[in-house]
Nanobody, 126 residues
């Protein structure tokens, strides 16, 4: 059974950078699509980025394209989200998620993901 634990959230000024990490346990991590989602107060959870099992297929929300980069290290069972040029509207709780359809392609909907981490807060001050 895979479990996900996020880390790396915090407070940063607008224009700054922050890196989030998601550590996974379990033997089948390397075959899962992994995604990052975020949820701001009073808003629905929204897709941020996703990456397929090999790292060769990535998808991004339009709002973060060119600023955020998702990557993975299957040997370390880790997924990271590097966030640059942060904006106040990036403030949210960020969640790591796994789509346990093995060898799948990245999908953008929350319903495609069936395992979630506990979330980590990212706050961008103006």
């Amino acid at each position: 059974q895979v479990q996900l634990v996020e880390s790396g959230g915090g407070l940063v000024q607008a224009g700054g950078s922050l890196g989030l990490s998601c550590a996974a346990s379990g033997d089948t991590f390397s075959s899962y699509v992994m995604g990052w989602f975020r949820q701001a107060p009073g808003k629905e959870r929204e897709f941020v980025a996703a990456i397929n099992w090999s790292g060769g297929n990535t998808r991004y929300a339009d709002s973060v394209k060119g600023r955020f980069t998702i990557s993975r290290d299957n040997a370390k069972k880790m997924v990271t989200l590097q966030m640059n040029s942060l904006k106040p509207e990036d403030t949210a709780v960020y969640y790591c998620a796994a789509d346990r359809t093995r060898w799948g392609t990245p999908r953008l909907t929350t319903t495609a993901y069936n395992l979630w981490g506990q979330g980590t807060q990212v706050t961008v001050s103006s």
